[in-house]
């Protein structure tokens, strides 16, 4: 039997008000969101920043915590439809493949002008917000300062076989890739990275790469500062035999890794996003790496660094234009070296 539906006018009325209900409420739990900030730098920055700036302007935010990969391809899967509003990263290169599918909004200038142009991309559709740099971390009772490589180079030398390590899988490690490829170009980083492959032991990650040094299991690590003076700053234990050492000299191994921000084209929040950007880059953000535990580097104009910290000016850093570091193809040739 066929029944009429306008025979239950009521039936419709309940079945479109529980649909409203629905859509309200999820309309509602995505309001309550605030804005919504994808973060692939530490936790505890990505939260310093949030609750420093929510105290300052009331806005409420939502971190959803992640790597720098994983969300850049994350952003580009999501397209127009992403949750995000602003993604922040460890390494430009992530920075790099989300403007590259057109998914960034400008940045204000007002922003742009607070970040010195070495630290943002020239397309202002993202800025510098931190930065780190590569050191090689040695084992102090079995290496002098005269017996430390003069280059990062030099670690693909047979001499140095089986004598240290790196965390070849991490975007971390693959942003110091990027930086040999646009520094000395294919043929170099190949060689280079064939010599990673027969030379050095392969660690998860920078930290356990640090212990290793420090237990004597290698004579070094290349990893970024900081995970050396975080561990200084707790109890030193992972790190008491270990020393860095700068490259400097403009050598690869000096490179200066700038960790990005940006906003979401698509996002709903642009005047809360902005402001968000302005903060981080701003004179209270930029305080909270010189005061706070991430033993990061400042990147604002005029913003002191970490007392702790050799001066950014002072490492001698080679020219690298983070905007255009090639993480996929650094990906293809540490895939084809046997690294990942």
């Known amino acids: 039997m066929t029944v009429a539906v306008n025979r239950f006018p009521h039936l419709l009325a309940l079945a479109a008000s529980l649909l409203t209900a629905t859509a309200l409420a999820g309309s ?34 939502t971190m959803r915590q992640g790597s720098d990969m994983q969300f850049a391809n994350q ?32 940045v204000e200038k007002e ?56 965390a070849p899988a991490g975007a971390d490690f693959q942003a110091i890739v990027a930086s040999l490829l646009q520094l000395k170009g294919e043929d170099a980083t190949k060689a280079w990275l064939k010599g990673l492959k027969d030379n050095a032991t392969t660690y998860k990650g920078n930290s356990v790469a640090m212990k290793a040094v420090n237990s004597g ?26 020393g860095l050492h700068y490259f400097k000299n403009q050598d690869p191994g000096a490179f200066v890794s700038v960790s990005g921000g940006g906003i979401l084209k698509s996002t709903q929040h642009v005047k809360e996003a902005q402001a968000f950007l302005k903060f981080i880059t701003g004179k209270a953000g930029q305080a909270i790496l010189k005061d706070g535990t991430s033993y990061e580097y400042a990147v604002g104009k005029d913003a002191p660094s970490n007392d702790k910290l050799v001066p950014l000016a002072d490492l001698n850093a080679p020219k690298v234009e983070a905007s255009t570091l090639d993480s996929k193809k650094v990906v293809e040739l540490m895939t084809a070296a046997g690294l990942i």
Do not use: C
């Open 28 to 61: 509602a739990n995505a309001q309550d969101e605030g804005l919504v900030v994808y973060n692939a730098q530490h936790e505890s920055l990505g939260r310093e920043w949030i609750n420093a700036f929510t105290k300052e302007t009331g806005i409420k935010v």
């Open 75 to 106: 952003i580009i899967q999501e397209g127009d439809a992403s949750p995000a509003d602003v993604f922040l990263t460890e390494n430009s290169p992530a920075m790099t493949l989300v403007d590259g599918a057109g998914l960034f909004a400008p």
């Open 111 to 166: 922003t742009l002008d607070q970040v010195p142009e070495q630290y943002r991309p020239a397309d202002g559709m993202w800025t510098g917000i931190a930065a780190r740099t590569t050191v090689f971390a040695y084992d102090k009772t079995k290496l002098s300062e005269d017996k430390l490589p003069k280059s990062l180079l030099d670690l693909a030398d047979p001499a140095w076989k089986g004598r240290w390590g790196a």
């Open 217 to 242: 299991e290698v004579e070094g690590a290349v990893i970024y500062h900081y995970y050396w003076f975080g561990d200084q700053a707790k109890t030193g234990e992972n790190s008491k035999n270990v």
